[in-house]
Nanobody
Framework: QVHLVESGGGLVQAGGSLRLSCEASGLTFSRYTVGWFRQAPGKEREFVTVISWIGGNTYYADSVKGRFTSSRDNAKNTLYLQMNSLKPEDTAVYYC?????????????????WGQGTQVTVSS
């Protein structure tokens, strides 16, 4: 059974930083493309970033480009999201997700497995 467990969320002031982690189990993590999505209250879940298992290629939403960095440690079955220069509009529940295949997909429907999410709140 596949499990994705996020951690690292919390409350931070605008301009601050947080590092999220997502630990995976029940799948061959190194063969999955993984990503982060977020969902703010009253809004649809949106793409943040994706990192492929092939060469570790990454792709970011324009709204976070230059501020967020995703990385993966296949030996630890863990995905990370370093978030810097946080803004109040980054406030959301952040979810990690995994999909088989190497394509850098950005649609929620393309991902097979999801974590339960971790809350990130940025105060102004």
């Amino acid at each position: 059974q596949v499990h994705l467990v996020e951690s690292g969320g919390g409350l931070v002031q605008a301009g601050g930083s947080l590092r999220l982690s997502c630990e995976a189990s029940g799948l061959t993590f190194s063969r999955y493309t993984v990503g982060w999505f977020r969902q703010a209250p009253g809004k649809e879940r949106e793409f943040v970033t994706v990192i492929s298992w092939i060469g570790g290629n990454t792709y970011y939403a324009d709204s976070v480009k230059g501020r967020f960095t995703s990385s993966r440690d296949n030996a630890k079955n863990t995905l990370y999201l370093q978030m810097n220069s946080l803004k109040p509009e980054d406030t959301a529940v952040y979810y990690c997700a995994a999909r088989s295949g190497g394509a850098l997909q950005t649609l929620t429907s393309e991902f097979n497995y999801w974590g339960q999410g971790t809350q990130v709140t940025v105060s102004s």
